[in-house]
């Protein structure tokens, strides 16, 4: 229906059969026969109310026809608007023509006619006969049934019907521009649902987007929260283990002093055991902050396994039972032993608690697994040899929206007081950390599955010369010069080292001790150095020494991470670097072992 308007055509805009019938009755009431044709003069109703004078007589004849399909075809491209009234080729006789338009455009015909002239010389009109050699009594009697009216009242009839067919031919128009309308209201409806669910479309994918926006921006101030607390820690840490170091020390020195006998030992060593964990802890979060100096050797985990499960056998239900496979022969580890044992205790207590309801079993077992390209567990993995350890229960299992997000810092699904959300995400880390993977599988109400694979040791990694260390006998008589601003831990490596043999100047003011040792370089054989002090900070002070007398060993001790350390230390070396708070046996092998090497 989309034509347009100069291409439009009768038959387009007017329903034939109506203005057959318009036609036939205006015909009979008026007794004009009338015709529509289209532009080249082709009939497109049929005649109505014709006279057998035309069809019967006129174009029967070879002239006759002839005449009549001329004067039809120059009726029938006359554009002239309005009624065009036109004597027939035979005499008397009149026709006449209104132009159907539509918006200006003509496309069809209405002819009326003809009707003979009331005034008209019978005589004249009969010789028209012998014109185009028609039989003249025929043409006679078929002359006579033409309707005679006054040339008058024909042009009335002939006004009348322009204004009917103006009027028709209007409101055709009309109704056609109201369907062109429709239909294109249609197609813009269409049009607009098609736009609508594209709109909805891109709704949906901004909508996508945000949402990931949103989960990353969440990630992002998850991460730095964790950086967040990881500095706070680290300052903490640094004051903490000040705190913890003359602890330790000065309780392991009691503990010597003490007989065997002593009552007051067992009280001694929970005090020692406490300073222990405390250190431990601070280690911990440390850990998970990833500023920590790890103690990585190697390591057998089966031992680490025992000693958490002979914790976790104190608190256990009886409606838990615990199954293990592991074999002695599985190879080591290189991991730092208080951080497996948090993974350990970590991955067995969620077990544990996920069974709490309704018992069930924990099975622990350690193997072997060489992985090539082609049969690794996880694809950021590296090939070669691992260990596995897995922890499994039969407990209440994770749907898997939870399983996604286990290892989440925070992400907990217990109660206040129960869970932290921490401990999968330390062990998350751990095991990163030591270039491994933690893998989960999980079924709702059937059980969950740990698998942590860490690197294999084997023998070809330089055993570190921690083992070394340990053999060698501790104690000497050399002089050492202590610097440190805290009064209590200088005072308690004072002693400690004063017990063992040394000889120790301590100083609590790093320039005084500087002074002390540029008097008398060869008067000492090592120096101890805090690192954190006023004045002049501990990695200063041994640039300074070293350029005295660049052959002097310096233990540097730091409650920072090692690796902080040796970045600003880089010029002047200090020969090792000692995380506080060191255990006595630690800080004597490491001197014994500087002197002697
Ligand atoms: P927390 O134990 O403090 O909630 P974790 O990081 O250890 O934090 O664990 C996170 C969540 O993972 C737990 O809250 C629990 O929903 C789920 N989860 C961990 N281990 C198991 C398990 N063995 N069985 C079922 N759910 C577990
Ligand atoms: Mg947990």
Redesign the pocket.
């Given at each position: 229906m989309n034509k347009k308007i100069s291409m439009l055509k009768f038959t387009d805009i007017f329903d034939i059969d109506e203005i057959q019938e318009i036609q036939d009755t205006f015909a009979k009431a008026t007794g004009v026969s009338a015709i529509i044709t289209d532009f080249a003069g082709n009939a497109i109703t049929r005649p109505g109310n014709f006279c057998r004078l035309c069809k019967d007589i006129i174009q029967n004849t070879r002239t006759g026809c002839e005449n009549c399909v001329k004067f039809n075809a120059d009726m029938a491209v006359d554009h002239t608007r309005g009624p065009v009234f036109q004597p027939c080729p035979g005499p008397g006789l009149w026709n006449a023509k209104i132009a159907v338009t539509i918006a200006g455009n003509h496309v069809a015909n209405w002819i009326i006619g003809q009707v003979k002239d009331e005034k008209a010389d019978l005589q004249k009109m009969l010789a028209y006969a012998d014109v185009i050699g028609a039989d003249h009594d025929a043409y006679a009697a078929a002359l006579d049934e033409v309707t005679t009216m006054p040339v008058k009242q024909f042009t009335e009839i002939t006004q009348a019907l322009f204004l009917i067919t103006e009027q028709l031919s209007g409101q055709a128009y009309q109704k056609l521009q109201y369907k062109q309308i429709v239909s294109s209201l249609k197609q813009s409806e269409k049009h607009l649902v098609q736009k609508t669910r594209e709109l909805q479309h891109t709704m949906d994918h901004l909508v996508e987007a945000m949402e990931k926006n949103q989960a990353m921006e969440a990630r992002l101030r998850q991460s730095q929260k964790m950086e967040a607390i990881g500095t706070l820690a680290g300052g903490i840490a640094h004051d903490f283990n000040n705190i913890l170091f003359p602890i330790l020390g000065f309780s392991e020195m009691i503990m010597q002093d003490l007989p065997r006998q002593s009552p007051v030992r067992d009280n001694m060593q929970s005090v020692i055991d406490g300073a222990v964990r405390a250190r431990e802890l601070v280690q911990q979060i440390l850990t998970f902050s990833r500023e920590t100096e790890q103690d990585c050797r190697p390591l057998k985990l089966q031992l680490i396994v025992k000693e958490v499960l002979k914790l976790a056998r104190a608190s256990l239900p009886s409606t838990i039972k615990i199954t293990k496979i592991i074999p002695t022969d599985v190879g080591m580890v290189m991991a730092d032993p208080t951080q497996m044992h948090q993974v350990i205790l970590?991955?067995i207590?969620?077990?544990l608690?996920?069974m709490e309801e309704n018992g069930g079993e924990l099975s622990l077992s350690l193997s072997e697994a060489d992985f090539s390209e082609d049969n690794l567990p996880a694809f950021e993995m590296a090939p070669g040899p691992y260990v596995c350890l897995k922890v499994a229960?039969t407990?209440?299992?994770?749907e898997p929206e939870?399983l996604k997000r286990?290892?989440e810092p925070y992400?907990?699904?217990?109660v206040r007081g129960?869970?932290?959300?921490?401990?999968?995400?330390v062990?998350h880390g751990i095991v990163k950390n030591l270039d491994g993977k933690i893998l989960?599988q999980?079924t709702r109400g059937e059980?969950?599955a740990?698998y942590m694979y860490l690197p294999r040791f084997t023998r070809e990694q330089d055993l570190c010369d921690e083992n070394k260390k340990v053999a060698v006998p501790c104690n000497g008589n050399e002089k050492i010069l202590l610097i440190d601003d805290e009064k209590p831990i200088l005072h308690m490596l004072e002693k400690l080292l004063s017990r063992a043999g040394y000889r120790v100047t301590a100083c609590d003011m790093p320039q005084q001790g500087l002074k002390c040792f540029t008097q008398t370089p060869r008067d000492f054989d090592l120096v101890i150095t805090d690192m954190t002090m006023p004045e002049m900070t501990g990695d200063k002070l041994v640039a300074a020494l070293k350029k005295v007398r660049p052959d002097i060993p310096v233990i540097l001790c730091t409650g920072c991470s090692e690796n902080t350390v040796t970045a600003k230390t880089s010029e002047a070396a200090p020969d090792k670097i000692l995380l506080k708070p060191a255990g006595r046996e630690d800080l004597l092998a490491n001197i014994r072992y500087l002197l002697d090497n």
């Amino acid at each position: 229906m989309n034509k347009k308007i100069s291409m439009l055509k009768f038959t387009d805009i007017f329903d034939i059969d109506e203005i057959q019938e318009i036609q036939d009755t205006f015909a009979k009431a008026t007794g004009v026969s009338a015709i529509i044709t289209d532009f080249a003069g082709n009939a497109i109703t049929r005649p109505g109310n014709f006279c057998r004078l035309c069809k019967d007589i006129i174009q029967n004849t070879r002239t006759g026809c002839e005449n009549c399909v001329k004067f039809n075809a120059d009726m029938a491209v006359d554009h002239t608007r309005g009624p065009v009234f036109q004597p027939c080729p035979g005499p008397g006789l009149w026709n006449a023509k209104i132009a159907v338009t539509i918006a200006g455009n003509h496309v069809a015909n209405w002819i009326i006619g003809q009707v003979k002239d009331e005034k008209a010389d019978l005589q004249k009109m009969l010789a028209y006969a012998d014109v185009i050699g028609a039989d003249h009594d025929a043409y006679a009697a078929a002359l006579d049934e033409v309707t005679t009216m006054p040339v008058k009242q024909f042009t009335e009839i002939t006004q009348a019907l322009f204004l009917i067919t103006e009027q028709l031919s209007g409101q055709a128009y009309q109704k056609l521009q109201y369907k062109q309308i429709v239909s294109s209201l249609k197609q813009s409806e269409k049009h607009l649902v098609q736009k609508t669910r594209e709109l909805q479309h891109t709704m949906d994918h901004l909508v996508e987007a945000m949402e990931k926006n949103q989960a990353m921006e969440a990630r992002l101030r998850q991460s730095q929260k964790m950086e967040a607390i990881g500095t706070l820690a680290g300052g903490i840490a640094h004051d903490f283990n000040n705190i913890l170091f003359p602890i330790l020390g000065f309780s392991e020195m009691i503990m010597q002093d003490l007989p065997r006998q002593s009552p007051v030992r067992d009280n001694m060593q929970s005090v020692i055991d406490g300073a222990v964990r405390a250190r431990e802890l601070v280690q911990q979060i440390l850990t998970f902050s990833r500023e920590t100096e790890q103690d990585c050797r190697p390591l057998k985990l089966q031992l680490i396994v025992k000693e958490v499960l002979k914790l976790a056998r104190a608190s256990l239900p009886s409606t838990i039972k615990i199954t293990k496979i592991i074999p002695t022969d599985v190879g080591m580890v290189m991991a730092d032993p208080t951080q497996m044992h948090q993974v350990i205790l970590n991955l067995i207590s969620n077990a544990l608690h996920a069974m709490e309801e309704n018992g069930g079993e924990l099975s622990l077992s350690l193997s072997e697994a060489d992985f090539s390209e082609d049969n690794l567990p996880a694809f950021e993995m590296a090939p070669g040899p691992y260990v596995c350890l897995k922890v499994a229960d039969t407990g209440q299992g994770m749907e898997p929206e939870i399983l996604k997000r286990i290892f989440e810092p925070y992400f907990t699904t217990k109660v206040r007081g129960k869970g932290t959300g921490l401990g999968l995400a330390v062990v998350h880390g751990i095991v990163k950390n030591l270039d491994g993977k933690i893998l989960a599988q999980s079924t709702r109400g059937e059980g969950t599955a740990f698998y942590m694979y860490l690197p294999r040791f084997t023998r070809e990694q330089d055993l570190c010369d921690e083992n070394k260390k340990v053999a060698v006998p501790c104690n000497g008589n050399e002089k050492i010069l202590l610097i440190d601003d805290e009064k209590p831990i200088l005072h308690m490596l004072e002693k400690l080292l004063s017990r063992a043999g040394y000889r120790v100047t301590a100083c609590d003011m790093p320039q005084q001790g500087l002074k002390c040792f540029t008097q008398t370089p060869r008067d000492f054989d090592l120096v101890i150095t805090d690192m954190t002090m006023p004045e002049m900070t501990g990695d200063k002070l041994v640039a300074a020494l070293k350029k005295v007398r660049p052959d002097i060993p310096v233990i540097l001790c730091t409650g920072c991470s090692e690796n902080t350390v040796t970045a600003k230390t880089s010029e002047a070396a200090p020969d090792k670097i000692l995380l506080k708070p060191a255990g006595r046996e630690d800080l004597l092998a490491n001197i014994r072992y500087l002197l002697d090497n």
